[in-house]
Nanobody, 115 residues
Framework: QVQLVESGGGLVQPGGSLRLSCAAS????????MGWYRQAPGKQRELVAT???????NYADSAKDRFTISRDNAKNTVYLQMDSLKPEDTAVYYC?????????WGQGTQVTVSS
């Protein structure tokens, strides 16, 4: 079992930045592939970025060159640095931990990009 708690969401103006954090507990964090997903109103949940146990990263096209995912295994935390935010980035952002057939989700944190 893995418990995930996201933080760092909020209201930001277009072009601004936010840093999301996801603190994990309950299992061996470094063994899990970690990811950030988001869900906008009326839309399906979609992948934003993932980071493997070795630190390899993958980004959705919408996140490339603007978002950076990272992890600190000593702190059991994964981060999502979001820069140059756009109104279409508005969504609830969810942290995910995956290993083999197991997957765990946080409760989500709201990100709103608006002037």
């Amino acid at each position: 079992q893995v418990q995930l708690v996201e933080s760092g969401g909020g209201l930001v103006q277009p072009g601004g930045s936010l840093r999301l954090s996801c603190a994990a507990s309950g299992s061996i964090f470094r063994l899990y592939v970690m990811g950030w997903y988001r869900q906008a109103p009326g839309k399906q949940r979609e992948l934003v970025a993932t980071i493997t146990t070795s630190g390899s990263t993958n980004y959705a096209d919408s996140a490339k060159d603007r978002f950076t995912i990272s992890r600190d295994n000593a702190k059991n935390t994964v981060y999502l640095q979001m820069d140059s935010l756009k109104p279409e980035d508005t969504a609830v952002y969810y942290c995910n931990a995956a290993r083999f057939r197991s997957a765990y989700w946080g409760q989500g944190t709201q990100v709103t990009v608006s002037s």
